[in-house]
């Protein structure tokens, strides 16, 4: 952590040094970090929410968070029908949700029944290339693209921390810049980096592209980022439920998307983190970082990578203690809370994010198992988090 950063910063203005400016505040932001998936905490079923930890907990909230999301009128598809094409159906049926092993977090518990109405999804994440196709038609701007509002920003950071200068109030995104050594797993700071100019388009800043990567998951998007796209595409962000239902194929209590084999075990299963995490990838499943679409088997329902390669937004509000507030009951179709509270971080609202990412290793993070929860603000953007559609009608 930078914990001599608020110091540093009343060294600003005498020494000009606009590097050094980013650096600091980069150290301020990161301060905002906490403990990320601490493997010590997932051994055991948690009957503490407040012992729930987060891949991407406390990740600040650096954008004026918006109340709605923009409309596009005549920039919709034409007649406004819904296109299943690239989609599936995913009958109707009740299952079991959440952990039924012991190796959940507290946020994962009780497991309770939940009926679900049958609906399309999406077989793969949104591609780099599907979302170009949206920003063309709406010349839609997304969050990452746009400089942080210092209002906004303010309340996250400690009272009285002064006000940096513009020229350090620059579009940017958070990029996963692993260290070369290892190092303690209870500070995301370490391989988390604000990266100016980091976008969907750059998705490890200015010097990267997606110029050859059009089938690649499309990354660093807001949750406002990916509901915007959906509404464009006439479909909707996937519920929680939704989700995880699709996720697990019609498999029953079963941990993962294809079964109940460790995902190191057998042939490469998802696109994960195999070696030491952060600063050591062993590339056993083929990649490094993202992978194209469609890189590794299905599910039961014919769905891919509905484990690792990045997380996915959902449409829910995230609240640590929602799976208490519905047991006991079956739910029928749940679309989640109507308001967001995450205890570890009470002022700053979250959405519900799935699946896990490359960035997963069970030493680490098991993201990747069917019932774990990860929740971020919906201004984030990160290189390991994208999205996918479902549609009910």
Same mark, same amino acid.
């Given at each position: $952590?930078?914990? &001599?950063?608020?110091?540093?910063?009343?060294?600003?203005?005498? #020494?000009?040094?606009?590097?050094?400016? =980013?650096?600091?505040?980069?150290?301020?932001?990161?301060?905002?970090?906490?403990?990320?998936?601490?493997?010590?905490?997932?051994?055991?079923?948690?009957?503490?929410?407040? !012992?729930?930890?987060?891949?991407?907990?406390?990740? +600040?909230?650096?954008?004026?968070?918006?109340?709605?999301?923009?409309?596009?009128?005549?920039?919709?598809?034409?007649?406004?029908?819904?296109?299943?094409?690239? *989609?599936?159906?995913?009958?109707?049926?009740?299952?079991? $949700?959440?952990?039924? !092993?012991?190796?959940?977090?507290?946020?994962?518990?009780?497991? /309770?029944?939940?009926? *679900?109405?049958?609906?399309?999804?999406?077989? &793969?994440?949104?591609?780099?290339?599907?979302?170009?196709?949206?920003?063309?038609?709406?010349?839609?701007?997304?969050?990452?693209?746009?400089?942080?509002?210092?209002?906004?920003?303010?309340?996250?950071?400690?009272?009285?921390?002064?006000?940096? +200068?513009?020229?350090?109030?620059?579009?940017?995104?958070?990029?996963?810049?692993?260290?070369?050594?290892?190092? @303690?797993?209870?500070?995301?700071?370490?391989?988390?980096?604000?990266?100016?100019?980091?976008?969907?388009?750059?998705?490890?800043?200015?010097? #990267? #592209?997606?110029?050859?990567?059009?089938?690649?998951?499309?990354?660093?998007?807001?949750? %406002?980022?990916?509901?915007?796209?959906?509404?464009?595409?006439?479909?909707?962000?996937?519920?929680?439920?939704?989700?995880?239902?699709?996720?697990?194929?019609?498999?029953?209590?079963?941990?993962?998307?294809?079964?109940?084999?460790?995902?190191?075990?057998?042939? @490469?299963?998802?696109?994960?983190?195999?070696?030491?995490?952060?600063?050591?990838?062993?590339?056993?499943?083929?990649?490094?970082?993202?992978? @194209?679409?469609?890189?590794?088997? +299905?599910?039961?329902?014919?769905?891919?990578?509905?484990?690792?390669?990045?997380?996915?937004?959902? /449409? !829910?509000?995230?609240?640590?203690? %929602?799976?208490?507030? =519905?047991?006991?009951?079956?739910?029928?179709?749940?679309?989640?809370?109507? #308001?967001?509270?995450?205890?570890?971080?009470?002022?700053? +609202?979250?959405?519900?994010?799935?699946?896990?990412?490359?960035?997963?290793?069970?030493? %680490?993070?098991?993201? %990747?198992?069917?019932?774990?929860?990860?929740?971020?603000?919906?201004?984030?953007?990160?290189?390991?988090?994208?999205?996918?559609?479902?549609?009910?009608?």
């Amino acid at each position: $952590m930078c914990k &001599h950063s608020v110091v540093k910063i009343a060294k600003w203005r005498k #020494s000009g040094n606009i590097a050094a400016m =980013i650096t600091i505040f980069g150290c301020l932001l990161e301060m905002l970090l906490l403990i990320s998936c601490n493997h010590l905490r997932e051994k055991r079923p948690k009957t503490d929410s407040g !012992d729930t930890v987060s891949c991407h907990n406390n990740m +600040p909230r650096r954008y004026a968070a918006k109340t709605s999301v923009l409309l596009f009128g005549d920039t919709l598809a034409p007649g406004g029908k819904i296109p299943h094409e690239g *989609m599936v159906w995913i009958p109707a049926g009740d299952f079991n $949700m959440g952990s039924s !092993d012991q190796e959940g977090r507290a946020d994962e518990y009780p497991v /309770h029944r939940v009926r *679900m109405d049958g609906f399309w999804m999406d077989i &793969h994440e949104v591609t780099n290339n599907e979302f170009a196709k949206f920003v063309e038609a709406t010349r839609y701007v997304t969050t990452a693209e746009k400089a942080p509002d210092w209002d906004e920003l303010r309340k996250q950071l400690p009272q009285g921390t002064p006000k940096p +200068p513009d020229s350090v109030l620059v579009a940017a995104s958070l990029v996963f810049t692993p260290p070369a050594y290892p190092v @303690p797993l209870d500070n995301a700071a370490a391989w988390w980096s604000w990266v100016k100019g980091a976008d969907w388009k750059h998705p490890e800043g200015p010097g #990267s #592209s997606i110029r050859k990567r059009g089938q690649y998951p499309v990354t660093q998007v807001s949750w %406002y980022d990916a509901a915007a796209y959906a509404h464009w595409a006439h479909k909707e962000l996937p519920t929680e439920s939704q989700w995880e239902y699709a996720a697990r194929g019609g498999l029953k209590d079963m941990p993962y998307s294809w079964g109940i084999q460790p995902v190191d075990q057998g042939k @490469p299963k998802a696109n994960t983190w195999q070696g030491r995490f952060p600063a050591e990838n062993t590339l056993w499943d083929g990649y490094n970082g993202t992978a @194209p679409v469609q890189s590794f088997p +299905p599910n039961g329902y014919g769905l891919f990578d509905m484990a690792g390669n990045v997380w996915e937004w959902c /449409h !829910d509000w995230y609240r640590t203690d %929602y799976y208490k507030a =519905i047991s006991g009951q079956v739910a029928n179709d749940p679309t989640g809370p109507t #308001s967001s509270y995450d205890e570890q971080e009470p002022t700053t +609202p979250k959405k519900v994010i799935r699946g896990g990412s490359f960035m997963c290793n069970a030493s %680490y993070c098991k993201g %990747y198992r069917v019932s774990s929860r990860m929740k971020s603000s919906p201004d984030s953007g990160l290189e390991n988090v994208g999205f996918r559609c479902v549609s009910t009608k």
